[in-house]
């Protein structure tokens, strides 16, 4: 298994401008889960999803984040405008059965740079 | 209140030498509780869980950490430092009221030769 993808690695943008990640999750893990890592505040969730669907977006931080979760293998997280404190590294993760609390999976991250 | 508070921002070992990274915990639920290793440039990678069976947990690589309810901690262990192991640790609690998990602030660890 490849294990959770994301895409792109890196991504840099100016103020104003829309930001999409993007995640593939491990086949067969009904949950997906959205974190963002800065020095400032650690890791931090935004949103989950169990079967494609949002539990829990209260991590959020406002309404220029969206994520969506389309199908069982994609899902995207967006801001529009993006803004320099958005600045960070966004983690996708997976996990398979039993929720949160089950070991989750997670991709290697993209480090977002807004300018 | 759920929280995790790791002791140390930084620790730093000589290859050969016993690690120790201290994790203390509040909840007002029976913890679940797990540590997570981030290799630079990495995702984060479960080291063990602990979800109430036996105190001592044993992970991979050599990392065991022991649940100590009296005192509140999970600390994490390893009699022999390897080079391999310089990453960034972080002690995680399953909030059961949030159904969400809460990082601690992370320890860098640091192996020398």
């Known amino acids: 298994d490849a294990g959770v993808i994301q895409s792109p690695r890196h991504e840099v943008t100016e103020m104003g401008q829309e930001v999409t990640l993007r995640c593939k999750p491990i086949s067969g893990h009904d949950y997906l889960f959205w974190y963002r890592q800065t020095m400032m505040r650690g890791l931090e969730l935004l949103i989950y999803f169990n079967n494609n669907v949002p539990i829990d977006d209260s991590g959020m931080p406002e309404d220029r984040f969206s994520a969506k979760m389309p199908n069982a293998s994609f899902s995207t997280l967006k801001i529009q405008p993006s803004e320099p404190r958005d600045s960070a590294v966004y983690f996708c993760?997976?996990?398979?059965?039993?929720?949160?609390?089950?070991?989750?999976?997670f991709g290697p991250g993209t480090r977002l740079t807004v300018l | 209140a759920q929280s995790v508070t790791q002791l140390d921002s930084h620790v730093s070992v000589s290859e050969g030498t016993p690690v120790l990274l201290r994790c203390n915990y509040s909840?007002?639920?029976?913890?679940?509780l797990f540590w997570y290793v981030q290799h630079p440039n990495k995702g984060l990678q479960l080291l063990l869980k602990y979800t109430s069976a036996a105190t001592l947990v044993k992970g991979i690589n050599g990392f065991e950490a022991e649940f100590k309810k009296s005192e509140t901690s999970f600390h994490l262990t390893k009699p022999s430092a390897h080079m391999s192991d310089a990453a960034e640790y972080f002690c995680v609690l399953f909030s059961g009221g949030y159904n969400k998990l809460i990082f601690g602030a992370g320890t860098r660890l640091a192996v020398h030769p």
């Open positions: 909840s007002s639920y029976s913890p679940s």
């Open positions: 993760a997976s996990s398979f059965l039993g929720g949160p609390q089950n070991e989750q999976f």
